[in-house]
């Protein structure tokens, strides 16, 4: 069974940044995907910024939302089984529920489809 632990939210004025971490722990063999995802008061989840696992000589493709377009990074360290979402320039708009996503295959499970448990994002003044 694949875990992910989530890190990093808070509270930050609009202007700042906020960097999230999401490690993954069990006995994974690989991994295809890793996503962040936000879920705002009575929106649906998004997509905010994804990252694969080939492409760009290894390092990964990556997308983003349109909204978060050159304000957000997201970045994976393989060794950790570790994605992070820098995010500068926040927005009140960016206010939400920010959850990672994980996907790869695992010991003896195969493939696993994994959530973090979410960690809140407020940027107000």
């Known amino acids: 069974q694949v875990q992910l632990v989530e890190s990093g939210g808070g509270l930050v004025q609009p202007g700042g940044s906020l960097r999230l971490s999401c490690a993954a722990s069990g006995n994974i063999l690989s991994i295809n995907a890793m996503g962040w995802y936000r879920q705002a008061p009575g929106q649906q989840r998004e997509l905010v910024a994804g990252?694969?696992?080939?492409?760009?000589?290894?390092?990964?493709?990556?997308n983003y939302a349109d909204s978060v377009k050159g304000r957000f990074t997201i970045s994976r360290d393989n060794p950790r089984n570790t994605v992070y979402l820098q995010m500068n320039s926040l927005k009140p708009e960016d206010t939400a529920v920010y959850s990672c996503?994980?996907?790869?295959?695992?010991?003896?499970?195969?493939?696993?489809?994994?959530w973090g448990q979410g960690t809140q994002v407020t940027v107000s003044s």
């Open positions: 996503n994980i996907k790869g295959v695992s010991f003896p499970h195969g493939a696993f489809d994994s």
């Open positions: 990252i694969t696992s080939g492409g760009i000589t290894s390092g990964g493709t990556t």
